[in-house]
């Protein structure tokens, strides 16, 4: 089969891989119903992170279960099932305690960007739909495994409750998802830091009371101003630079949380600046596998569309330029059709 | 009157000192049942702070009001009171968000270690008790005006819960504290990190389970060895130096909260490693007006006896010699007759 690698910043190629196959007892092997690149791919894709070597790219994925290993108990093939970026057995201490993106058996998934996949520990990964989902909801259930789950538990992180105030900062796919996220926990008001008109309107339609399009001190400036100099109850940072953590803490009122979702690069905090401002954080990569079930039923009830965040679609063959278009902010988010 | 001011490091004055006055409307003066020194007042008194102008020490007390401003309404002279170290109106948003400590309005207490002293914004900060208390209570009842209510802040914001494992790093004041608000909330394993046999005894009075006296690396072994490698639910950082932070991230599970109420004194957290640990932090001074009605209950109807950490009792007129005791860890916390 062809497949997706990352031999260095800017240089993806789809090439020929081996087809994944049955490892260990504990693994799956899916056939994509579709993929995506995700915005934390951007930053090899960028050189924000070294490549050392070349990278099998692809973490997020939804499809058709084709082979289970010999220990596999929860799922068989022809299942359509749905699996956190994170691979985790579930049942370890930190797995039952909600973060089964830190699982004691933790792997980050890789490949997806492929028609087949590998899925080590199947059993504490996956889960199955009842039956085949219909076609139109791929995108949604793809959404699920990544993008919508980081948005989710950055709010989840945030605490958001109802009639609370939320401020999400970044308006890449997460911190749409976010919104979303904030609606569906009632939230009263949500604020979110956007200059990109497609990505305004995207955000007022999953639930965006305020859009502030206003950067640095004068979004913060405007920020004070909507909550009456309060500030937020909530804030999802949602992109993972110093600057935007800066933005983040800045609009948050004391005694609030900061869900942040986006792999911090170059951010540092003072202990003492974060004393004084008395503002709770809670991040780390999201445990997605916590929110799976609840979040597919939201999706195959139709009561949520997080995968309107796909506004461009690419045959998998086309996947650099998947890249590219979300490098240069011309995609909020790539679906690959396999 | 007599009151104590601090020039400079180590430079401790017991000095006559203006009789404090109502200066506003909003005020109140108490005549102090007691007095204390507290563990933030070694900070400048080690030169960890600078000491630009002399200053007037003490910010916990609790005693008889003699007198109030004219827009002053729930507290009367005769009263018996105590307030927190950190002036609020109790009425601002900050407040009534349960972050009195952050309060629109808020001024930190100063003066305290005098016979009398000046209470800004009265109705705000002050909570009477119903009758006067009897006089073995006084320094339990003093001890909520500051290092329980910080203590207790610690556990609220780290979130511990009915059979969780918590684990207390800094076995000061404020630390043992912490043991006693765990033990209050109904902890299933309080863990404290004491290398001090006083302390150690103390801890296991007030409800510690477990003791672990190594330090550093062999400090985070023994308790990963105690949690059978999965870490606390949740942590009392009670020092605020690097090192015990280190300490605090390395001992925390996946999930977690780390209550943390030492003032930050040079440290700095990396933004990745927080995210990876996936710990949840929230700290700052400690909002002990949400808490003052509860723990003056505990208190008066003899359920807690946070005055037994008070290991040391001098005149207010030995003030000095109080600090120079807790310096060098001769004494747990100073308590000043007044």
Chains 1, 2 share one sequence.
Not at 67 to 87: A, C, L, N, W
Not at 174 to 185: D, E, P
């Amino acid at each position: 089969m062809f497949g997706t690698m990352l031999y260095g910043p800017g240089d993806v190629r789809f090439e020929e891989r081996p087809e994944p196959k049955i490892e260990k007892p504990t693994d799956a092997v899916i056939k994509l119903s579709a993929s995506c690149v995700c915005g934390s791919d951007l930053w090899p894709y960028r050189g924000a992170n070294e490549v050392t070597a070349p990278l099998a790219m692809g973490h997020e994925y939804c499809g058709v279960v084709v082979e289970v290993g010999s220990d596999v108990k929860t799922v068989r093939p022809g299942q359509f099932v749905v699996g956190s970026f994170v691979i985790s057995d579930n049942t370890c201490p930190h797995c039952r305690f909600g973060f089964q993106s830190s699982c004691e058996q933790r792997e980050f998934m890789i490949g997806a960007q492929s028609p087949y996949a590998r899925v080590p520990l199947a059993d504490g990964t996956l889960v199955a739909t009842e039956s085949q989902p219909e076609e139109d909801l791929i995108p949604s259930l793809l959404a699920v495994s990544d993008v919508l789950g980081t948005g989710w538990y950055a709010a989840d992180a945030a605490r958001v409750q109802p009639g609370s105030t939320v401020v999400v900062v970044g308006d890449g796919a997460v911190g749409l998802m976010g919104v979303l996220a904030a609606k569906q926990m009632e939230a009263g008001r949500i604020i979110i830091m956007s200059r990109h008109k497609t990505r305004q309107d995207l955000a007022l339609e999953y639930g965006a009371t305020d859009i502030v399009s206003e950067r640095g001190e004068e979004g913060i400036a405007r920020i004070k101003q909507l909550t009456k100099k309060v500030g937020a109850d909530s804030v999802l940072e949602c992109v993972g630079t110093q600057e935007s953590m800066n933005q983040a803490l800045q609009v948050a009122r004391p005694g609030s949380m900061i869900g942040y979702v986006g792999v911090p690069h170059g951010v540092q905090f003072d202990g003492q600046s974060l004393f004084f401002a008395q503002v709770g954080m809670l991040g780390g990569p999201a445990p997605v596998r916590r929110f799976l079930p609840h979040l597919m039923d939201l999706v195959l009830t139709r009561k949520i569309n997080p995968g309107k965040v796909f506004d461009l679609t690419l045959p998998l063959a086309d996947v650099a330029e998947g890249y590219k278009a979300m490098d240069e902010r011309r995609a909020i988010k790539t679906m690959l059709r396999v």
